[in-house]
């Protein structure tokens, strides 16, 4: 059994039938299929369902209808570059992601992607599709959960699967002193990201497996607990409610201490400017007497 449906028998999301819907599947496909089954599971589901409704990208069922094959293969080979080129269609799924590019697939190859247009429309004819989404718990957030959430955002509390703490590369507002790492001007901060990847389920299901470059490559060795999820989720809820991204309060910050440092300044260059009477001037004085 491998690392992902392993992970997914144990989380409290109910991705354990998912991931047993599959087993039983995977014992009746041919190998390619199965292959891509797992590829698929590993690299899209964070982002698609099939029948199950929006993530951070669209619902594929019935994509291959959408548009003809060529232009799908092409685009999930190079999402970037069909923007790129204005594709006025792309830049509508550009526009309902909320500006979110789809990244390209690791390890992608033109045959690859054949094989994953097959699996979504032979997916897409089935009653429910085993991708259909994970469901993702429900209870209301607590603030027992909001300051979980922040202990493992900081590091003081540790990620059970040694991940390192979201501390060293993002901040998020309320972190106190200039808030956090901003590795990435744009993605850096955090304090909006609840709204940004669409609420609950959307933004779980992307901490699930994330896709993106540097975040898979951190994660995909250390995947992070449902239960971590949870009160993260709990944290950036909290935190896009109050508004204010990070950035603007240390921007904030440094316009203090800019403005608290342009006062020290002053009284600074007050003070050698009446110490060259005593302390310039007269031993220059003296210098002349000399
Ligand atoms: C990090 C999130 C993410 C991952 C992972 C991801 N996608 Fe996407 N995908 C998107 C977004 C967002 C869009 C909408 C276009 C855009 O904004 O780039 C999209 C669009 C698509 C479309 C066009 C949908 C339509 O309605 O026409 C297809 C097909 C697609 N993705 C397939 C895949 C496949 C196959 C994988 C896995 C190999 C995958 N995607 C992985 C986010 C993702
Ligand atoms: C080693 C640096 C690093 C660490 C540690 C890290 N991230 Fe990231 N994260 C990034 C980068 C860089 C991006 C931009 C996308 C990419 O390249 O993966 C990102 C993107 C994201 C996004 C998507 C933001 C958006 O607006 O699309 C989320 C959500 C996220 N990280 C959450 C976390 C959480 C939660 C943690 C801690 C458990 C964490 N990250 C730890 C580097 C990091």
């Known amino acids: 059994m491998n690392k992902w449906s392993e992970k997914a028998r144990r989380t409290s999301f109910g991705r354990a039938g998912a991931g047993l819907a599959v087993m039983v599947l995977l014992a009746a496909m041919p190998a390619n299929a199965q292959e891509t089954a797992v590829y698929f599971q590993q690299n899209c589901a964070s982002c698609h369902t099939i029948g199950g409704g929006r993530l951070t990208g669209p619902d594929l069922k019935d994509v291959t209808g959408r548009r003809d094959r060529e232009w799908l293969k092409s685009y999930i080979l190079n999402p970037q570059a069909k923007m790129d080129a204005g594709d006025p269609y792309a830049l509508q799924l550009l526009d309902e992601a909320r500006g979110v590019v789809m990244p390209i697939p690791p390890g992608i190859t033109p045959e690859r992607a054949d094989y994953l247009l097959d699996l ?171």
């Open 120 to 290: 979504i429309e032979a997916e897409s004819a089935l009653e429910e599709s085993q991708f259909k989404g994970v469901q993702i718990s429900n209870e209301p957030f607590t603030a027992a959960d909001v300051a979980r959430g922040l202990a493992i955002f900081k590091g003081s509390r540790k990620l059970k699967n040694g991940g390192p703490a979201c501390y060293s590369c993002h901040s998020v507002s309320g972190l106190g002193g200039l808030g956090g790492g901003n590795l990435d001007p744009e993605r850096g901060d955090l304090t909006l990201v609840y709204e940004r990847l669409q609420g609950r389920t959307v933004l779980s299901s992307w901490l699930m497996a994330p896709a993106t470059p540097t975040m898979n490559s951190v994660f995909k060795a250390a995947a992070m607990e449902s239960d971590e999820i949870h009160a993260l989720v709990a944290l950036f809820e909290d935190r896009a409610q109050a508004g204010k991204p990070a950035k603007s309060q240390a921007q904030l910050t440094f316009a203090l201490l800019g403005a608290g440092g342009a006062a020290l300044a002053l009284m600074f260059f007050d003070f050698v400017w009446k110490g060259r009477f005593l302390a310039v001037r007269r031993p220059l004085v003296e210098s002349e007497k000399l």
